[in-house]
Nanobody
Framework: VQLQACGGGLVQAGGSLRLSCAASGRTSSIYALGWFRQAPGKEREFVASIAWSGVNPFYADSVKGRFTVSRDNAKDTGSLQMSSLKFEDTAVYYC????????????WGQGTLVIVSS
């Protein structure tokens, strides 16, 4: 499975941005799609996840109510709609995929940079 994240950029605080993650290869082996981020000088952290079937979205407390994770079943893509962005949301965002019966995110995309200006 290959994952390609895109959609990052520079946005003002309070603005919105939509990230996309395109999956290719053996996508039938994907159980769930997750989004993670890593800010400069910090460890990577979980942001949100959704089952590959498009159900059961789950969010980190820091983004709950501001971010929306979704799946486009017809296109093998996932999205992270980010609204009310804050300076502290600045990070490289990664999409990742889990296989069935595993809690580990085995497949990772290359990351896309989001910069929120205050």
């Amino acid at each position: 499975v290959q994952l390609q994240a895109c959609g990052g950029g520079l946005v003002q605080a309070g603005g919105s941005l939509r990230l996309s993650c395109a999956a290719s290869g053996r996508t039938s082996s994907i159980y769930a799609l997750g989004w993670f981020r890593q800010a400069p000088g910090k460890e990577r952290e979980f942001v949100a996840s959704i089952a590959w079937s498009g159900v059961n979205p789950f969010y980190a407390d820091s983004v709950k109510g501001r971010f929306t994770v979704s799946r486009d079943n017809a296109k093998d893509t996932g999205s992270l709609q980010m609204s009310s962005l804050k300076f502290e949301d600045t990070a490289v965002y990664y999409c990742a995929a889990r296989r069935p019966y595993s809690s580990e995110y085995f497949y990772w995309g290359q990351g896309t940079l989001v910069i929120v200006s205050s």
